[in-house]
T-cell receptor
Framework: GAVVSQHPSWVICKSGTSVKIECRSLDFQATTMFWYRQFPKQSLMLMATSNEGSKATYEQGVEKDKFLINHASLTLSTLTVTSAHPEDSSFYIC???????????FGPGTRLTVL | GQNIDQPTEMTATEGAIVQINCTYQTSGFNGLFWYQQHAGEAPTFLSYNVLDGLEEKGRFSSFLSRSKGYSYLLLKELQMKDSASYLCAVSDSNYQLIWGAGTKLIIKP
């Protein structure tokens, strides 16, 4: 089956610093990748959709200058949380979809804690 | 607007059967997905339905009625490890997944 990895799996950082999270599709080419955020006991919230080689489409209420998304290749997308604050602490999950399919394959998630 | 409804929480007994319902109203339909999510982990794929009817996969089955905008996930021979949240998601006309809030399933011995 399709495998998606995320790195790091968890990160603790100081307020004001930037954190980069990588999402890789290991055995297929992901033309579209999705970034989600999930707060404790809440459902997944889609942050943005990125297509390889083009700018990401952000959901309403998500600041594109704060959450920088780069999808430079068919197997890698990165999310950079800039000037992180404690309220950005959350579980960030990426998913990837190939051109041929409709299913999204999820990475294991990255737990971000901002002190 | 687009809307996915599923119960917030359900409780069932180990060894029993439970049915989790999902109703949807979306702009377009390109299939319905069920995902399982254990606490602190990412969702994992369970099933995909795009045509009406029942899809069986081991202990889990998923049913779809497009005319009624309705699906259910049926879990048989419940095990303690089945305690998790179950997420219903519909792929709309743009192949974007519209997510339900999830159903937390609690299994009791």
């Amino acid at each position: 089956g399709a495998v998606v990895s995320q790195h790091p799996s968890w990160v603790i950082c100081k307020s004001g610093t930037s954190v980069k999270i990588e999402c890789r599709s290991l055995d297929f080419q992901a033309t579209t990748m999705f970034w989600y955020r999930q707060f404790p006991k809440q459902s997944l919230m889609l942050m943005a959709t990125s297509n390889e080689g083009s700018k990401a489409t952000y959901e309403q209420g998500v600041e594109k200058d704060k959450f920088l998304i780069n999808h430079a290749s068919l197997t890698l997308s990165t999310l950079t949380v800039t000037s992180a604050h404690p309220e950005d602490s959350s579980f960030y999950i990426c998913s990837a979809r190939s051109l041929a399919g409709n299913e999204q394959f999820f990475g294991p998630g990255t737990r971000l804690t901002v002190l | 607007g687009q809307n996915i409804d599923q119960p917030t929480e359900m409780t069932a007994t180990e060894g029993a059967i439970v049915q989790i319902n999902c109703t949807y109203q979306t702009s377009g339909f390109n299939g319905l997905f069920w995902y399982q999510q254990h606490a602190g982990e990412a969702p994992t794929f369970l099933s995909y339905n795009v045509l009406d009817g029942l899809e069986e996969k081991g202990r889990f089955s998923s049913f779809l009625s497009r005319s009624k905008g309705y699906s259910y996930l049926l879990l048989k021979e419940l095990q303690m490890k089945d305690s998790a949240s179950y997420l219903c998601a519909v792929s709309d006309s743009n192949y974007q997944l519209i997510w339900g809030a999830g159903t937390k399933l609690i299994i009791k011995p």
